[in-house]
């Protein structure tokens, strides 16, 4: 049983009525030890129904690595052509941040979640029944415009209806949804792969999913949040009861302090963002740090070319390099898996710290092993756009056999290897941690906005890494191009562990409030110029009763006076 450091202050009086049944029988309050809040299951359905938006995030990624080159083939598509497929996904999602944010507050979280999965379902139609380059461009932007939705909305919808304790974990919930879509992605593209035009079986099949979520959206309710923004009280303390299983003036309490924190943080303006107030420019410069960050190493570009890089390190032909993206994807599944069990034990700067560091390792890796290959083969052996196909590495007039060369095998085997690390080491931190950060660190009238300004500088950098990626490769090489995502790799690491707090085990009021002003008791040791995130003081007490005077001290020394507060610690 793991304890819930989410503290409750409640007066005698109202702890006695808290234990008062519906149904009218009085419970003592000297039996709570035997009480057990009942199973939270809508909470874990409405997070599993939420996170069906992050496999279709992941799918609608993913399955280009294997739609591009048959596509390119059928339609004598040109290397500039194919980039512009590739990109025409993140420019829609820069369009759908400018609307997000207004969506979100207007129609609430799950209405986006819901419009959402009608936007890949019209996406997916629209790419599966294609016959032109331009109409498979407008379904790439729709999808794309419904890719940035869902990471907005499905992040803000599960952390707003989560418990402290598990709100890491369940957030976590949507990258693994991602992570599980990829390797669909991949799955799929491995099947229709000899196929005649299985790239429309690989576009239009996102689509099923997509109703499903609709559908199943529709028995869910709003956010205690947004329905406390809305003014619908009442309603948000019935959700409060059935997502959490907890009694009516525990509901009455949170409800109580989401309102309070929402009288205090009237401003909703985005210029608000970028004030001094509030500590608000910092926490602005963690969240947007952390997002830039996740781009600039290079992640976009190893999932939207997954199938030329196997190709690049050794398995030719195209059923091996599909084979080795299917490994890549349950690698990261298995990561992201691991990252949801660890992240509200060992928090969210621990795992950022510890991933990034093997980012690094292996991207020092991946630039070395290009260096070596690029001696020994020569600059004309790397990057080119051949017979419709990016070729990474060696490359070949044909796509299903390896060229002759000098190159150990156990270069190539390196290479993947620090490939399946980087994935790995991406998976288990700036993966899922950035968008749990972004959900926590803001208050919450101004959430939805800084969301938007989120996904709109995430896919404006991801557009331009990806775009410009193979013209680098051929300009610069591959190996600077590692190199560079190596000093990247490097920046962030010191940024996180300079500038990004820890948060877990935190409600989202208790957050804001602990962030709003920086002082110098409460800062960091590496200098942060945002306030540590403390955990409540723990207690093997269940019931502790403080004077009111010394609420505020650290330590909790029992009292015998009948005028007290009683702080209650929930477990489970």
Known sequence: MVADDRLELVTQAEYEEEYLEEDGEHVQPGDEEVQHQPPQCLLYLASLV???????????????????????????????????????????AVSASIVSGWLMNNLGRKRTIQLT????????????????????LVGRFVVGFGVSLSAMSECMYISEIALATHRGRLVTLNELGITLGFLLAFIVDYIFMTVASGWRYMFGLSGVLAVVQLVLMTFLPQTPHFLVISGKEEQAIKVMRRMHGVGGMVAKREVAKIRTIHQE????????????????R??????????????????????????????????????????ATVLLGLVKV????????????????TLLLAGVSLMVASLLCLAVSAYYQEHSVGF?????????????????????????TTIPSSIRYLSFAALVTYITAFSLSFGPITWILLAELFPLNTKAQAMSLGQAVNWTVNVLVSVTFLDMVRTFT???????????????????????????NKTLEQISSDLKQPNSQTRHKTL??????????????????????????????????QNQVMIKQNTK
């Open 528 to 561: 942060s110029p945002m306030p540590i995130v403390k955990s409540p003081p723990k207690n093997t007490n269940k019931n502790v009763f403080v004077p009111l005077q010394q609420l505020d001290s650290e330590s909790l020394q029992p009292e015998p006076e």
């Open 478 to 504: 591959l190996p600077a191009v590692f190199t560079f995502y190596l000093l990247m790799s490097i920046i962030s690491l010191l940024f996180i562990y300079f500038y990004v707090p820890e948060t877990k």
């Open 334 to 349: 298995v990561a992201t898996v691991l990252s949801l069990l660890l992240v509200d034990r060992i928090g969210r700067r």
């Open 117 to 136: 999965a009608v936007v890949f379902a019209v996406g997916a139609v629209v790419m599966g029944l294609a016959n032109s380059l331009v109409v498979v």
């Open 380 to 404: 004309m052996e790397h990057q080119a756009c051949v017979e419709y196909n990016v070729e990474f590495l060696n490359t070949t007039s044909s796509v299903s056999t390896c060229p002759a």
């Open 265 to 280: 943080e009237r401003d909703t303006s985005c210029s608000f963002l970028f004030s001094s107030t509030d500590n608000m």
């Open 50 to 92: 939420a996170a069906l938006g992050g496999v279709l995030f992941g799918y609608d990624v993913g399955v280009i690595a294997g739609a591009r080159t048959m596509l390119a083939k059928d339609m004598s598509l040109t290397c500039t052509q194919e980039e512009l497929v590739v990109s025409l996904m993140p420019l829609g």
């Open 282 to 323: 910092s926490r602005l410069v963690v969240g947007l740090g952390l997002i830039v960050a996740q781009q600039l190493t290079g992640q976009p570009n190893i999932l939207y070319y997954a199938t030329d890089i196997a190709k690049s390190v050794g398995f030719c032909g195209d059923f091996l390099s599909a084979s």
